[in-house]
């Protein structure tokens, strides 16, 4: 029977769940590992998104999903469906999700802790405030901060221990408790308690037994520290699961549905297949349909990347979320809901979104081999001290000196002062840098992946060219044409009015010509302009001209019955694009030209801006694939992208880089943002966070190097809580001061 069933096919469903309570990329690999050893379960789990996506067999239930995730410590549920977009004007003010209440406990954990912890460090710090009993005080103070405030990590330390793993939660967990911990011991058993006890300023090096000696401010400063690390981390993080929200947001919120010739407002959610409704200029599209009554110039660059808006008319295709930049029409639904071009895209950024593997943090890397060697040192000092008969109090004192000494405060400010320091400077150039990971990420990039559309060119439709027929006159072949076309909404029309002179001359009896063009009287003269069908046929040196134009558009303009010249129109190079690929080429990077536009217009462009490897034509579904395949190759790749056909990429890439001119969804699903239009800031943001990375590797490395240097002191039963507050002062104050070289950074542009 056994036999028969394997070969029967198994009926696969995906699970999504929302995962809480994870600390570093190490938790997410433990839960991954566990729900891969369910039989029938295939599963990824990102740290980043703080999701889990299995795909399970038939009998398996998200309950059985939810238990080994918990079995495992963590916390699971099925995240919330969508809401109903009429639900959303009826339901008043929305109810936080579990990671906003998260990220709130623990803001009130850092304010909290803040308030506890100040005079504690200032009471140790400065003897002469030192009064009669301020040592039970301090207790008092840190009990909470290093209990309450610290419960973070002391959790996250337990569930480590239980799967024999070692992280920086450990070493916090370990070294804050062994401090504390020791202080009570001094101050109920030992002499720490005595009336009038204080702690001299002094540097001596001596033997002491240690029941003198309080670290209440080593242990609640550290977990004040790496509290106030987690926090600002954390909100960071709680970003990145924006994306799928502002694709979504994307979508009209209502539609003119038309029923038996009358016409309804109703929210798109109530739309069904079949079901006709109304789009006017300048609306968005409710819905994948097709086109029954009408025709315009549909802007899909959002959705498709080409710049060029797409003439459609009865039965012709349309793509809920692009906008209606022409005629009326009236569209018949075919596709709805989930089954959407837009709800696709959703799922392909979710999808590269939760497949993205995220990097360790560098120093839970570091705490892995650390942690072991300390406990190691820790037990040995203690034997050793025993061996020679130096008495159990000593012994003890040496072996907790090793482990609070070990338990780096500045370790706990290396990531978090660097990015303060490195965001508030990308800030002030225009370059938001979301989180660690994003900056992991720099050090390896070899491949840059530009968008055309919006990234390496403006996106908008700008006027390049006037060529005038023989013995007409340029300025008012243009002055006439900018005039009549100031009366229509088509983007090209556009183009040529921003590309004219400011006063133009009035226009009468205007008539759109649909799909043709527009005509009018202007100064007495009836003008047409347009497509050659509406115009005339062109003469030979015209047609040479157009012959010659290429890609680009051209259209035509003629009065009194006669051509008199064209209007080219393009999307142009933005002018500062060449040089941003040269400097890239300088970071030793490759760039590579991607966009659903044609060969012809992204070749042109390439060897404008100086790009060898070109891949065009490419919809926004292959565009992930196209990323995916340079992976493999074993390139990492970072992607500058700017619209919706990028948001998926953009997630899929090793590092994510949105225009901030773009589209919302770009900019979320993105690792930084590029507030400026300019490609030199994708330059200068690779630079900052290569920095900024080098920075917080010179951070940790000194941050360990004070405490090892003090780790012989402490075994050797030498330090006094002076030498053990002044290591960590220490190296605080130069990872600080490390940091805040990150301000001198300076921009190419």
Not at 183 to 206: N, Q, R, V, Y
Not at 427 to 441: C, F, T, V, W
Not at 567 to 596: F, N, Q, W, Y
Request: charged content about 20%; some cysteine.
């Amino acid at each position: 029977m056994g036999g028969m069933d394997e070969k029967l096919p198994v009926a696969l469903q995906r699970i999504d769940l929302d995962i809480t309570g994870m600390t570093c990329a190490s938790c997410a690999a433990r839960i991954e590992k566990k729900l891969n050893r369910m039989p029938g379960v295939t599963a990824s789990v990102n740290y980043a998104t703080e999701k889990a996506s299995a795909t399970v067999e038939e009998g398996i239930s998200a309950d059985d999903l939810i238990a080994t995730v918990e079995a495992t410590g963590y916390q699971a549920a099925l995240p919330p469906p969508p809401a109903r977009v009429a639900d959303h004007a009826t339901a008043g003010p929305e109810r936080p999700s579990a990671a906003d209440t998260e990220l709130a406990a623990l803001r009130t954990r850092v304010l909290v802790s803040l308030v506890l912890t100040v005079p504690v460090i200032v009471l140790a710090m400065v003897p002469p405030w030192q009064f009669t009993y301020w040592q039970w005080l301090s207790l008092t103070l840190a009990a909470p901060v290093v209990v309450w405030g610290g419960w973070p990590f002391h959790r996250a330390a337990a569930v480590n221990l239980r799967h024999g793993a070692a992280t920086m939660d450990t070493l916090i967990s370990l070294g804050t408790l062994a401090a504390f911990g020791w202080s009570i011991w001094a101050l109920f058993l030992g002499d720490a308690g005595m009336p009038g006890m204080t702690h001299p300023f002094s540097f001596t090096i001596e033997r002491t037994d240690g029941s003198g000696a309080i670290y209440l401010e080593a242990a609640a400063g550290v977990t004040l520290f790496l509290l106030a690390g987690r926090y600002f981390e954390a909100r960071a993080k709680r970003r990145s699961g924006a994306a799928l929200r502002a694709l979504l947001e994307l979508g009209a919120k209502d539609v003119s549905l038309l029923r038996d010739g009358v016409e309804t407002r109703v929210p798109v959610d109530q739309l069904a297949v079949g079901d006709r409704f109304l789009v006017r200029p300048g609306e968005k599209i409710a819905t994948d349909g097709v086109i029954e009554d009408g025709s315009s110039a549909v802007d899909a660059s959002m959705l498709t990347g080409e710049s060029v808006p797409v003439e459609v008319g009865p039965g012709d295709s349309v793509v809920g979320g692009t906008v209606n930049a022409g005629g009326r029409l009236v569209v018949t639904v075919t596709r709805v809901g989930g089954d959407t071009r837009l709800a696709q895209m959703s799922r392909l950024v979710e999808e590269a979104q939760s497949g993205k593997a995220q990097v360790q943090r560098l120093a839970d890397r570091v705490s892995a081999v650390f942690v072991p060697i300390v406990i190691a040192l820790a037990v040995g000092t203690l034997g050793y001290w025993l061996g020679t008969g130096a008495g159990a109090t000593a012994a003890f004192t040496a072996a907790v000196a090793v482990l609070i000494i070990a338990c780096p405060c500045a370790l706990g400010l290396a990531t978090p002062t660097a990015l303060l320091v490195g965001t508030g400077r990308g800030a002030q150039l225009g370059i938001l840098i979301k989180g660690p990971e994003a900056l992991e990420s720099t050090r390896r990039v070899d491949t840059v992946v530009l968008d055309k559309t919006g990234t390496v060119t403006t996106g908008r439709m700008s006027l390049v060219d006037v060529v005038p027929a023989a013995g007409a006159d340029r300025d008012e072949l243009l002055r006439l044409a900018a005039a009549l076309e100031a009366g229509s909404e088509h983007p090209v029309a556009r183009a040529v009015v921003e590309g004219a002179p400011a006063a133009l001359p009035d226009v009468r009896d205007f008539a759109n010509v649909p799909g043709l063009g527009v005509r009018g009287a202007v100064e007495g003269h009836q003008v047409v302009v347009g497509r050659t069908a509406l115009v005339g046929e062109l003469p030979a040196e015209l047609a040479a001209a157009r012959d010659a134009a290429g890609d680009r558009t051209t259209i035509a303009v003629g009065w009194d019955g006669q051509v008199r010249g064209l209007l080219v129109v393009a999307d142009t190079v933005k002018p500062t694009s060449a040089e941003a690929v040269a400097s890239m080429r300088r970071l030793g990077l490759t760039p590579v030209l991607l966009t659903g536009d044609a060969t012809e217009v992204a070749e042109r462009v390439a060897a404008e801006v100086g790009i060898d490897e070109v891949i065009a034509e490419v919809l926004p579904v292959d565009k992930v694939d196209v990323i995916k395949r340079l992976q493999e190759r074993g390139r990492v790749v970072a992607m500058v992208g700017d619209g919706v056909n990028d948001a998926a990429a953009l997630a899929q890439a090793d590092l994510g880089l949105a225009m901030g001119t773009g589209t919302d969804v770009a900019i979320e699903a993105s690792d930084l943002t590029l507030v400026r239009g300019d490609l030199r800031a994708a330059v200068d943001a690779i630079r900052l966070a290569r920095r900024t990375l080098r920075t917080i590797k010179s951070n940790l490395f000194w941050a360990f190097a004070y405490n090892v240097a003090a780790l012989p002191l402490a075994a050797a039963g030498l330090l006094n809580p002076m030498i053990a507050g002044a290591a960590m002062a220490l190296s605080s104050v130069f990872v600080v001061s490390n940091s805040l070289r990150l301000r001198g950074f300076r921009p190419l542009a």
